[in-house]
């Protein structure tokens, strides 16, 4: 079956680059998501990728897929203390909605 | 043009009871899914539909179930709550690649 982990935790300074990375399990994963969590909201689409791509740069987020290893990794350059929030990746299988979750990385940034 | 809207946000109720949550789709979406979020099981995948059909099922009780209207707008219900479903419901809504969700309701049961 589907299962996606990540750490539960990451530490940053203000200003540096924060990684966040995230693994998974199913080969036929077609759709790659980040997703931002504040505290008391819903989830914001960060941005996704599609398995046959390697890369791709969003502004200050770059997401770096290694489809042989099934690793994902989302980069957040020059954090803010605005990017504090749990950061979770998902994988969608191609045709269906249904949308794996990993646990969710705490990201605190240190002023 | 408005996000994902979901009614109401809070909520409080018993044990033994049944509550129907709501969900608006953003305009011109027809595909809506609803999750369930609690901080032992994570984000869990319930139910999606897509033009008033359900296309796909998590693996949750009978207790829960769904419908969408020919509008898209959805809505969701637990029947015989029980205290471990206190959680922050989110619903979704897509288009072929991307998935927007909404604030949420937290439902408390006691």
């Known amino acids: 079956g589907e299962d996606v982990e990540q750490s539960l935790f990451l530490s940053v300074r203000e200003g540096d680059s924060s990684v966040i990375n995230c693994t998974y399990t199913?080969?036929?994963?077609?759709?790659l998501y980040w997703y931002k969590q504040e505290p008391g909201a819903g989830l914001q689409l960060l941005t996704y990728?599609?398995?046959?791509?390697d890369m791709k740069q969003d502004q200050r987020l770059t997401v770096l897929l290694n489809k042989k290893d099934k690793h994902l990794s989302l980069r957040i350059a020059d954090t803010q203390t605005g990017d504090s929030a749990i950061y979770f990746c998902?994988?969608?299988?191609?045709?269906?909605?249904?949308?794996?979750f990993g646990t969710g990385t705490r990201l605190t940034i240190i002023p | 043009k408005a996000g994902v809207t979901q009614t109401p946000r809070y909520l409080i109720k018993t044990r033994g009871q049944q509550v129907t949550l709501s969900c608006s789709p953003i305009?011109?979406?027809?595909?809506v899914s609803w999750y369930q979020q609690t901080p032992g099981q994570g984000l869990q995948f319930l139910f999606e539909?897509?033009?008033?059909?359900?296309?796909n099922k998590g693996n949750f009780p009978g207790r829960f179930s769904g419908r969408q209207f020919s509008n898209s707008r959805s809505e969701m219900n637990v029947s015989t709550l029980e205290l471990g479903d206190s959680a922050l419901y989110l619903c979704?809504?897509?288009?072929?690649?991307?998935?927007?969700f909404g604030p949420g309701t937290r439902l408390t049961v006691t």
């Open positions: 539909y897509f033009s008033e059909t359900q296309r």
């Open positions: 199913d080969s036929s994963s077609t759709y």
């Open positions: 998902a994988e969608r299988d191609f045709g269906n909605e249904k949308l794996t």
């Open positions: 305009s011109g979406h027809r595909s």
């Open positions: 990728i599609f398995s046959n791509m």
């Open positions: 979704a809504s897509s288009t072929l690649y991307e998935q927007y």
